[in-house]
Antibody, heavy 119, light 110 residues
């Protein structure tokens, strides 16, 4: 069965960076994309960007351009999301989700990773 | 890209129907038939309920249905059940391999 397993919770200081991983199993990693979506406390879902599992092509939401980098390791079917220059309002649960390109929908999700930014 | 507009909350009694609207623009909802809906119970991962405006993934009850008219998409839940109480988010393709979510709607089953 399809599974996306994310790395554990992180606590970071302002201006630091965080890198969250998302290990996929149960499907052909290179046949789908991975998107990253976050939810700040009391807020809604926010799309951060997408990376192709096939060729590494990516597109980031304008809000995060310059601060985020998404990568993949096809040898381990793992996607990564690195966010730099962290601020307190980056405190959120970060989800990875499999992006079905033909429908542009997110059909499987990771369990979420809480990133807390605090001095 | 601005978030799609959803009502903050809706409610209904068991057995009733509720409809959640999702309003965007011609650059997203109105421009593509790629609207999806997600059910999100706090502390869990979101779950895909509807894709391509009105298609249900395998395993999603047919009590859930989706539609679209112009720049507004809708999710209707009929025969409300207690377990339907959750947050619901719409999402639309917005071109150039990007999507935009709605602000979310809290469904309360009375």
């Amino acid at each position: 069965q399809v599974q996306l397993v994310q790395s554990g919770a992180e606590v970071k200081k302002p201006e630091a960076s965080v890198k969250v991983s998302c290990e996929a199993s149960g499907y052909t990693f290179t046949s789908y994309g991975i998107s990253w979506v976050r939810q700040a406390p009391g807020q809604g879902l926010e799309w951060m960007g997408w990376i192709s599992g096939y060729n590494g092509n990516r597109n980031y939401a304008k809000k995060f351009q310059g601060r985020v980098t998404m990568t993949t390791d096809t040898s381990t079917s793992t996607a990564y999301m690195e966010l730099r220059s962290l601020r307190s309002d980056d405190t959120a649960v970060y989800f990875c989700a499999r992006w079905e390109l033909t429908t542009t929908s997110f059909d499987y999700w990771g369990q979420g990773t809480l990133v807390t930014v605090s001095s | 890209q601005s978030a799609l507009t959803q009502p903050r909350s809706v409610s209904g009694s068991p057995g009733q129907s509720v409809t959640i609207s999702c309003t965007g623009t011609t650059s997203d909802v109105g421009g593509y038939n790629f609207v999806s809906w997600y059910q999100h119970h706090p502390g869990k991962a979101p779950k895909l309920m509807i894709y391509d405006v009105s298609q249900r993934p395998s395993g999603v009850p047919d009590r859930f249905s989706g539609s679209k008219s112009g720049n507004t998409a809708s999710l209707t839940i009929s025969g409300l059940q207690a377990e339907d109480e959750a947050d619901y988010y719409c999402c639309s393709y917005a071109g150039s391999y990007s999507v935009v979510f709605g602000g979310g709607t809290k469904l309360t089953v009375l």
